[in-house]
């Protein structure tokens, strides 16, 4: 039967009008924009930062590192941050530190100095790992409030700025433009669009009440009267908040969706650091055809984000991530077996449409009970962080052996573990994100 979608908001009930939510929308979707402006920025100027500091490519290996340790530390914590300061300031906060690690390292280029440029990327990775989860939880909050699901498109907004990002750096990098101007030009853009873009987020939902003990049984007591200020948080406001961080650590389906979540991390990490290089050297090509075929993964993936919404509200979360870890599975094994370029190409656009959705649906089940979605969105982000935490070194340690092309069979392990636990993701009743089945005929 088809599923009951919620009636229009509209000032009278207190909910936010739908011109409100569509507002929000926006602004979620320029906030993951800017995220992965941020990062590609960076990410764009790499051969010049390498050659500035004099890195080998263990050394240079060992200096992004400093970025995933940040983040795997940060990630933990976000959950209480998030319930304490709302995702509105959370975003803001943690983008400004974030920047601040991105002029700390733009300091280090000018100053050649690599201890520098590792505090700068650890502080970095700290401010773009809670940023990240604050801005999901927003997302999701919108999505619950639209009725539809929604954030694919969010994440293609992210994919979409890494794609800017990118060009602006590839456009800087042939203009001889320094990287410290550069990164700095970057982070102003971020800040500016983040601080304008916050001001139309939707209000976080309400806490979960907490059960309260009267006259032998449990009584749900509402938060506004429980805490007599939610600006100013009792001494049992902040014992509940860290009761549902821990919490959240125990619940089986939360730390399933991080293990679907893991392995679609890692299935996109894979390809961002290796598909180029592999497809240079395993088919003895030019760096030219090697950034093609990264090219092939990222339009496949962002255009799976931008189509992901219709599928997921037709077909429901199960049978679409089912399909799309196929998909993955299959491009992955065509890129590492085929003999012929034109395959391998073919697989890694099956790879990149395999790996759009699972960590943006990850979050949506996640956030299901919009009560403890921001416990619950830190423990998933932090498992899906930990990918870029492990992924790279132990790829790269295979690769030594075995090449490039091979070593990345290893992808197929986390998307076979993805398959397993993928029930997980199926909605709780009543939440966003079910198939909506044809009426039967009468």
């Known amino acids: 039967m088809n599923q009951p979608r919620p009636e229009p908001r ?24 800017l995220n992965g402006f941020a990062f590609a920025s960076w990410a764009s100027r790499l051969p010049t930062v390498r050659d500035k500091l004099d890195l080998e490519p263990n050394q240079m290996g060992l200096l992004l590192l400093f970025s995933a340790i940040g ?54 990775g700290v401010g773009i790992g809670v940023w990240d989860a604050s801005m999901n939880l927003q997302g999701a909050h919108v999505e619950q409030q639209l009725g539809k699901a929604i954030m694919p498109r969010f994440h293609a907004g992210f994919s979409f700025g890494t794609v800017a990002g990118a060009g602006f750096g590839a456009l800087f ?61 009792t001494e049992a406001d902040e014992r509940a908040r860290r009761r549902r961080a821990v919490q959240a650590w125990t619940e089986p389906r939360t730390l399933m969706i991080g293990l679907v979540v893991l392995g679609a991390a890692l299935t996109e990490g894979a390809a961002n650091d290796w598909v180029s290089l592999a497809t240079v050297d395993g088919f003895d090509t030019s760096d030219s055809i090697g950034a093609v075929a990264l090219g092939v993964f990222l339009v496949a993936m962002t255009a799976m984000r931008l189509l992901g919404t219709g599928l997921l509200d037709r077909f429901g979360r199960l049978a ?59 423990v998933v982000t932090t498992i899906g962080y930990s990918a870029f935490f492990v992924g790279p070194p132990l790829i790269g340690f295979i690769a030594h052996h075995v090449g490039y ?38």
């Open 405 to 442: 092309r091979h070593a990345l069979l290893f992808v197929g392990i986390p998307i076979a573990l993805g398959l397993v636990v993928m029930n997980a993701v199926r909605p709780l009743p009543g939440a966003v994100g079910q198939a909506t089945e044809p009426t039967p005929a009468p």
């Open 320 to 378: 679409v991530l089912r399909a799309l870890a196929a998909s993955a599975l299959l491009g992955v094994l065509a890129f590492a077996l085929l003999p012929h370029l034109v395959g391998a190409l073919v697989g890694v656009a099956l790879w990149g449409m395999g790996a759009a959705l699972g960590f943006p649906v990850g979050i949506s089940a996640a956030s299901d009970d919009p009560r403890r979605a921001a416990a619950r969105v830190s």
């Open 71 to 124: 983040s795997i530390c940060a990630l933990p914590l976000a959950g209480l941050v998030v319930d304490r300061l709302g995702s509105r300031r959370a975003v803001e906060a943690f983008a400004g530190v974030a920047s601040v690690g991105l002029l700390v390292v733009a300091l280090s280029v000018a100053q050649e100095s690599v201890n520098l440029a590792r505090v700068g990327l650890f502080v970095a």
């Open 10 to 33: 509209s000032a009278a009930d207190g909910a936010p009008t739908a011109a409100r939510i569509s507002r929000a929308s926006w602004a979620v979707f320029l906030v993951f924009t």
């Open 173 to 233: 990098a042939a203009l001889d433009v320094p990287v410290p101007l550069h990164l700095t030009i970057a982070v102003a853009v971020a800040v500016v669009g983040v601080l304008l873009a916050v001001r139309l987020f939707l209000p976080d939902p309400a806490h979960e009440p907490e059960p309260v003990h009267v006259g032998g049984t449990d009584t749900n007591v509402d938060p506004a009267d429980s805490f007599p200020s939610l600006a100013e948080p």
